[in-house]
């Protein structure tokens, strides 16, 4: 015997991003703010002067990617419990990309689910971390490797909160500019080419190319099937970067600038990509002082550590490769020698 639950149906996630200064808003709820020392020390009494609920709670956690853990989400969670928070009341993420990752994993599974709203305050947040749904932690084997798909309600990129961030986070942020125009906009890359981003102006119009790129890619694929596992360029091999340097040495950003290069190389040498474009993404990068190169201590665990990548089967790693400059392929089928010859130019001699 056989009982059908017919569930299909259309849920409408939508939410509007907004590209300016936050507006004054009051929540008739329980809202907690999830941030972190520096963040508030900076900017909390900023926030405070816009937004205001029926009952308002900071939560802090502490800075840095080696807190994107569980204990900092036991940390929210027990928050949350104390202050009675129920289905109705809210979360908001204020921060950069570790905030937002972890405040919409606990509100994704805080009495299995309620809204978040991102608030994100450096550039590498606000062109991507905040946009898409994507929420989860760290472990052991590696990042993001825990998590949900948890949509927002709204996302509020203010750049008022640029104005006190540091030069490597800056430089972090536009990693992940060049990530999206290098695979989906040759137009927005051949801008980038010539920008000078420090100009606010031209980084206003950079972080609106670079966020309607994203909403462009996520409302084609929600939950990564396809074409949104794209937006993992320079990943696959920045992530085993930062778990090998226990996310200390690099910022996220910084790590993905390399992880490009590489992927590049990788694209050179399976004809996807001309030696003169790879110089061209490296030239950007290197424009904004980001790191383009990374001694591999132990080139077999670096390929070993690719099968923990979310994309990855049992045998085959998939890798996010530029198709020129505007284009993309993720192939599954690139032979393991030909992937340590790459990795081989990055060993310790």
Do not use: C, W
């Not at 963040?39 to 926030?47: D, I, K």
């Amino acid at each position: 015997m056989q009982v059908n639950i017919p569930l299909k149906k259309t849920i409408d996630n939508s939410y509007d991003i907004t590209i300016d200064t936050i507006p004054e808003t009051y929540f008739d709820t329980k809202v907690a703010i999830v941030t972190n020392p520096k963040v508030a020390g900076l900017h909390l009494g900023y926030l405070l002067s816009k937004i205001s609920a029926k009952e308002l709670y900071i939560i802090t956690v502490p800075d840095g990617e080696e807190y994107k853990n569980q204990d900092s989400i036991n940390t929210i969670l027990e928050s949350l419990f104390n202050h009675r928070f129920n289905r109705k009341s809210m979360l908001i993420a204020f921060g950069g990309g570790v905030i937002g990752d972890m405040t919409g994993y606990a509100a994704s599974i805080y009495q299995r689910g309620i809204d978040f709203v991102q608030i994100p305050t450096t550039l590498l947040s606000q062109v991507d971390a905040s946009v898409g749904g994507k929420t989860g932690m760290n472990n052991s084997y590696g990042k993001n490797l825990i998590g949900a798909f948890h949509q927002p309600k709204a996302v509020y990129i203010d750049p008022y909160f640029l104005k006190t961030l540091p030069s490597r986070e800056f430089g972090a942020g536009v990693a992940e500019v060049v990530k999206m125009a290098v695979t989906f906009n040759s137009d927005f890359f051949d801008y980038l080419e010539s920008a000078d981003l420090r100009d606010e102006k031209v980084l206003q119009e950079a972080i609106k190319q670079a966020v309607q790129t994203k909403a462009g890619v996520v409302a084609q694929d929600e939950k990564e099937h396809g074409l949104r596992a794209a937006l993992n360029y320079g990943h696959t091999f920045g992530h085993v970067i930062e778990n090998e340097t226990a996310y200390k040495k690099y910022l996220h950003g910084e790590a993905v600038a390399i992880g490009m290069v590489m992927a590049n190389e990788m694209a050179v040498t399976t004809g996807r990509m001309t030696e003169n474009e790879a110089l061209r993404v490296k030239r950007v990068l290197e424009k904004y002082a980001l790191p383009t190169s990374y001694k591999i201590a132990n080139i077999e665990s670096f390929y070993e550590t690719f099968f923990l990548d979310k994309k990855s089967s049992d045998t085959n790693v998939t890798f996010i490769l530029p198709l020129h400059i505007g284009g993309v392929e993720m192939p599954d089928d690139i032979d393991r020698e030909l992937v340590l010859k790459v990795l081989q130019n990055h060993g310790v001699s």
